[in-house]
């Protein structure tokens, strides 16, 4: 399957701080990246969906200012949580979407994000 | 709405077969995807049906009926690795996926 990586695994900051993560699809070009958050034993739920080129689509209750997406190119998408809090603390998992026929959605091996 | 379930946990012996259900109800239809996902680690892809019936990928099978809103994952030759969530997602007429909240695998020696 498509490869996808993620950067950094782990990260623990001081509350008001601004984390970046990185998303990459290795062996594909991916026109659509999602980001996902994860709370411990929950389900996923997906915070935006990033497109090439255009502004990310947000999910109702998720705040863009705080959550800033960046998909500058077809390999690479940003997430930077911006004066993140300790209620941020929890797992981003970026996925890409793998162009044309089954839309399968490859993911990265997400970030463990710890706010102090 | 769109709704998918599944069930919250399920648990089997090894070396056994289980089957994890999950039904949806989409506006509209263009795939089922199933992915497994060990504790603390992202999902990571299974299988994926469009059209009815059964696909096999060696140990693991994946089920789909579209009249029915049905699909199935099954399990065989259990391993004690096996214990993890499966998620159960269904791609929408706008190509959205839709997820379920996965099912708690528990396999006990």
Not at chain 2, 91 to 101: E, F, H, P, R
Request: proline content about 4%; charged content about 15%.
């Amino acid at each position: 399957g498509a490869v996808v990586s993620q950067h950094p695994s782990r990260v623990i900051c001081k509350s008001g701080t601004s984390v970046k993560i990185e998303c990459r699809s290795l062996d594909f070009q991916a026109t659509t990246m999602f980001w996902y958050r994860q709370f411990p034993k929950q389900s996923l739920m997906l915070m935006a969906t990033s497109n090439e080129g255009s502004k990310a689509t947000y999910e109702q209750g998720v705040e863009k200012d705080k959550f800033l997406i960046n998909h500058a190119s077809l390999t690479l998408s940003t997430l930077t949580v911006t004066s993140a809090h300790p209620e941020d603390s929890s797992f981003y998992i970026c996925s890409a979407r793998v162009p044309g026929g089954r839309e399968t959605q490859y993911f990265g091996p997400g970030t463990r994000l710890l706010v102090l | 709405g769109q709704n998918i379930d599944q069930p919250t946990e399920m648990t089997a012996t090894e070396g056994a077969i289980v089957q994890i259900n999950c039904t949806y109800q989409t506006s509209g239809f263009n795939g089922l995807f199933w992915y497994q996902q060990h504790a603390g680690e992202a999902p990571t892809f299974l299988s994926y049906n469009v059209l009815d019936g059964l696909e096999e990928k060696g140990r693991f099978s994946s089920f789909l009926s579209r009249s029915k809103g049905y699909s199935y994952l099954l399990l065989k030759e259990l391993q004690m690795k096996d214990s993890a969530s499966y998620l159960c997602a269904v791609t929408d007429s706008n190509y959205q996926l839709i997820w379920g909240a996965g099912t708690k695998l528990i396999i006990k020696p």
